[in-house]
């Protein structure tokens, strides 16, 4: 009923930059956060970013002035801009919203695939 889709991951050197970006799909009435979380190999999942849908966002000590996120509520994207990419990025980025979908469907934690970013030394 309703479908994340997260693309633009891959393989990047350190310094660089990444966008990724999320769309969701299907019989969505309304959507409120939407956000970026990385899982890295051996660690628990951790938020990155997260934006309302009035534009206010928040971000992870980690990433504060290296990644923007945005989105575009007329498409039902989010994205998130990635630069000054360290070694310590790397991880699978997981798109993640909260929304209403049609029949009164509520969606608190709806999930993206996940995307993978690497990033070399």
């Known amino acids: 009923q309703v479908q994340l889709v997260e693309s633009g991951g891959g393989l990047v050197q350190a310094g660089g930059s990444l966008r990724l970006s999320c769309v969701a799909s299907?019989?969505?009435?309304?959507?409120?956060?939407m956000g970026w979380y990385r899982q890295a190999p051996g660690k628990q999942r951790e938020l990155v970013a997260v934006?309302?849908?009035?534009?206010?966002?928040n971000y992870a000590d980690s990433v504060k002035g290296r990644f923007t996120i945005s989105r575009n509520n007329a498409k039902n994207t989010v994205y998130l801009q990635m630069s000054s990419l360290k070694p310590e990025d790397t991880a699978v980025y997981y798109c993640?919203?909260?929304?209403?979908?049609?029949?009164?469907?509520?969606?608190?934690?709806?999930w993206g695939q996940g995307t993978q970013v690497t990033v070399s030394s």
């Open positions: 934006i309302t849908r009035g534009g206010s966002t």
């Open positions: 993640n919203a909260d929304l209403f979908a049609s029949g009164s469907s509520y969606f608190p934690d709806a």
């Open positions: 299907g019989s969505i009435f309304s959507i409120n956060a």
